[in-house]
């Protein structure tokens, strides 16, 4: 217990550099994004000076929160956005934020995307059980995680043991 909560507190200050003040449900989620790409890890080795796309496909419900980290480092690479109009235009992700408007495609998407190695993150009600890698659940005004491990092997990506660890539910 004292270690998931050493874990927490840890991803908690990365916020607190990242943002001052978490205090929208929105900040929360892209801080928690951002951790995401600190803490998986791509089978396919990138480039040098490569950079890292985080892509919103669908309805952006961020807003500008998101500008934030542009340009922000993660694993040695920059970060930037992306907000592809089809399903073609998200090769170019390495992650891939499913917006609430495309559910109904979502077995299309996730299955598009795991194919080309593209984490995929939702807020889509039951996402990891339909294929999603990371799914954000909000319990009372707590905003958490689930992670589905098996789309996220299959997809040819790793995921920290503390990130697992922090998870409100993980599918194996």
């Not at 299309?108 to 890698?133: C, M, W």
């Amino acid at each position: 217990m004292f270690l998931k909560f050493l874990i927490a507190l840890l991803l908690w200050s990365t916020l607190g550099t990242a943002y001052g003040s978490v205090r929208s449900e929105y900040e929360v989620k892209a801080a928690f994004l951002y951790n995401f790409t600190r803490l998986i890890t791509w089978s396919e080795p990138s480039e040098e000076g490569a950079r890292l796309t985080i892509c919103v496909f669908g309805r952006n419900p961020f807003g500008d929160v998101l500008q934030q980290l542009n340009g922000r480092v993660s694993q040695g690479r920059a970060l930037e956005l992306d907000y592809p109009a089809s399903l073609q235009q998200i090769d170019r992700c390495q992650v891939l934020f499913v917006g609430a408007g495309k559910a109904r495609n979502l077995a299309e998407i996730t299955d598009y995307a795991h194919a080309r190695q593209i984490l995929t993150i939702s807020e889509i009600p039951d996402f990891v059980d339909n294929g999603g890698i990371i799914g954000y659940v909000k319990e009372g005004n707590v905003i958490r995680f689930e992670i589905n491990l098996l789309s996220a092997q299959q997809a040819g990506l790793q995921i920290n043991s503390r990130l697992l660890e922090l998870a409100l539910r993980v599918i194996r």
